[in-house]
């Protein structure tokens, strides 16, 4: 395609070019830079200066080479073939620059976002001279074995179908139908959408998130739990945990789509996640778990306009999803890699610095991020979500930092990690004392209905019991364990039992990487009747010493790897352990 030129570069400063004196550039187009037709943004624009974000390396670039005009801002292509794939930033797909251009992306290279010679089988679902709504559905493709990708009107196309193909098998850019237009306009559709990457996709209506998005972490579901729709912040130092979170998440959580965004973290990570996740099976389905999953990775060593914009692209396609009525979680790791690719393009811009340098829009960046997310009815009548969990990684761990100071404005969970339980190698490290959740009462209904009316009365009581954990150990801090009473040393070994137990869960263990909602509240169930037992003994005089007789705390500790998750009714077995360890205690100290 020839591209008009429409400047010439002036000056070069890392990513970002200038091109001086008036030109006809719009904002926010997207530009093709130099000969070599790098991809760029319009970032900025005067009656005497143009500035231009790069998406690649601009070393080599030289003042005087054109720019070329492309008339549209910076877009996604929208079809089948994005699921089980992998992109960078802006939406190239690696694995195709691979095969062609060899293992190092090199620049400029215009290869299609998305496959454009494959054919695939389409089932049209729409009938010549049917009336359209915008985003109506036309088409359906088995995109890969678990997601059927539906083929929909753009959202600012509507009218009746004048002609339409039959099923059969089609390249994404074959015309599936015309549509005539109230105008009178006759407009040819085939599965693509072009959509900017910084515009949010429309929808009907937006409902309040009442649905949890189910994780199988005991830490998440019952005690932070985040809602279909929702925002969470994972922030932890070095080394804490995050990244392991996110793929636990992204492997376990019951969303439909995952769109993993590897923004700025290290490239051995995302080979690894492509390795785990080729190689896992969605318990649900039986099918590999990358056939719901997309991977946009802008490692830290690629250009950081792409980081830039990495995040804004993942969205893009999560929202497209939520369209077909799908249920999707983005994990953006990590959101403070990208707010660094924001400080440093900031800084080339000699814009003035706010808090550490950061750009004073960093919050509202941060906010148009995280407001993308949501549970939502579509332009054609079905119900969609995009959740977004964003790992951030402040420097020290220290969370009075600007990002996670505004990440926190912005979302409702707030996962913190906790370096003294990662040193501990208590995983995972989410620190039961400073994390929170805001959606706990808007899911309560759910709980109660979906799984037990004792679920969010049981999680209240064990996180008050390490509550008055934490306040019994100033005191042991100070004068030690022993002279507490007996009641209390309770509190605090039924609070161990919660810590490890419970709160604990081992990633690499086959029944506890993923618990069910289910065996998650007879865990708690057991727990307390422990407790409740233990003080009925406490109360007549019983000392703990005796109490801990029989191991029964190590055992209640034991039941996570116990009881597999499809053996439930072994519960009764350990009830039934309560009540004689019970009973045997009353028989000797009668
Ligand atoms: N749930 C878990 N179960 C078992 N081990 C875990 C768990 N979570 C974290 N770990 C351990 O902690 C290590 C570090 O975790 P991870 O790489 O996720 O940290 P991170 O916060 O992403 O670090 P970085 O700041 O370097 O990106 C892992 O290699 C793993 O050994
Ligand atoms: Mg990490």
């Known amino acids: 395609m020839e591209y008009e030129v429409k400047g010439t570069i002036y000056g070069i400063n890392g990513p970002v070019v200038y091109v001086s004196g008036k030109t006809t550039f719009k904002m926010g187009e997207m530009v093709y830079v130099g000969e070599e037709k790098l991809i760029g943004e319009v970032i900025s624009l005067t009656s005497e200066k143009t500035t231009i974000q790069v998406y690649e390396e601009t070393s080599g670039l030289k003042p005087h080479a054109p720019v070329y005009s492309t008339g549209s801002a910076i877009f996604v292509t929208l079809a089948p073939g994005i699921l089980n794939n992998i992109f960078d930033g802006i939406e190239r797909p690696l694995d195709n620059i691979a095969k062609e251009k060899g293992i190092y992306i090199t620049r400029g290279v215009s290869v299609d976002a998305l496959d454009t010679k494959k054919k695939w089988d389409t089932h049209i679902t729409v009938k010549k001279g049917e009336y359209l709504n915008a985003g109506s559905i036309i088409a359906e493709v088995q995109e890969t074995n678990a997601i059927v990708h539906k083929c929909m009107l753009p959202p600012n196309v509507s009218g009746l179908v004048e002609s339409v193909v039959s099923d059969g098998s089609y390249t994404i850019n074959d015309t599936l139908l015309t549509i005539k237009t109230e105008q009178g306009v006759v407009i040819p559709v085939t599965m693509t959408q072009k959509w900017p990457i910084r515009t949010p996709r429309p929808v009907n209506k937006r409902f309040p998130a009442n649905k949890p998005l189910i994780t199988g972490q005991r830490i998440l579901d019952s005690f932070f739990p985040i809602a279909k729709g929702g925002t969470a912040a994972i922030p932890g130092g070095f080394g804490t945990g995050k990244t392991m979170n996110q793929h636990q998440i992204a492997k376990w959580a019951d969303a439909d789509i995952i769109i993993y965004i590897g923004c700025g973290e290290r490239g051995n990570e995302m080979t690894q996640v492509l390795e785990d996740f080729s190689k ?177 009365s049981n999680r209240n009581r064990l996180l008050a019991i390490l509550n008055n954990e934490s306040s019994l150990m100033e005191i042991v801090k100070l004068i030690g364990s022993d002279v507490l009473p007996d009641d209390q040393k309770l509190t605090l070994e039924i609070a161990r039992v919660i810590r490890l137990g419970y709160l604990q869960q081992n990633a690499f263990h086959k029944d506890d990487t993923c618990v069910p909602l289910e065996k998650q509240n007879l865990m708690m169930r057991t727990i307390l009747y422990l407790e409740e037992k233990a003080k009925s003994l406490i109360a007549l005089g019983m000392p703990m010493r005796i109490l801990k007789e029989n191991d029964i705390f190590e055992k209640i500790i034991a039941i996570k790897y116990d009881i597999p998750n499809d053996k439930l009714e072994m519960f009764d077995d350990y009830t039934k352990l309560i009540d004689n360890w019970y009973n045997d205690i009353m028989n000797k100290n009668a």
């Open 280 to 456: 896992l099976i969605d318990p649900k389905s039986g099918n590999p778990l990358m056939d719901r999953t997309t991977l946009i990775a802008n490692t830290s060593n690629m250009p950081v306009a792409a980081r830039e914009a990495s995040i804004y692209t993942g969205i893009t396609l999560a929202e497209y999803y939520r369209d077909m009525g799908y249920h999707v979680a983005i994990m953006a790791d990590s959101t403070s890699r990208w707010a660094e690719a924001l400080r440093e393009l900031s800084g080339r811009l000699e814009e003035m610095p706010a808090e550490e340098g950061f750009p004073a829009y960093l919050a509202s960046r941060l906010a148009g991020f995280y407001e993308r997310a949501g549970y939502c009815k579509t332009l054609n009548e079905n119900e969609g979500s995009v959740s977004i969990i964003g790992a951030v990684s402040p420097q020290g761990g220290d969370f009075s930092e600007p990002v996670t100071q505004s990440t926190k404005r912005f979302v409702r969970c707030f996962w913190a990690l906790d370096k003294s339980l990662a040193y501990a190698r208590h995983f995972p490290a989410i620190h039961w004392l400073t994390s929170y959740s805001d959606y706990l009462l808007d899911l309560t209904p759910w709980y109660n209905e979906n799984c037990s009316t004792d679920f969010v």
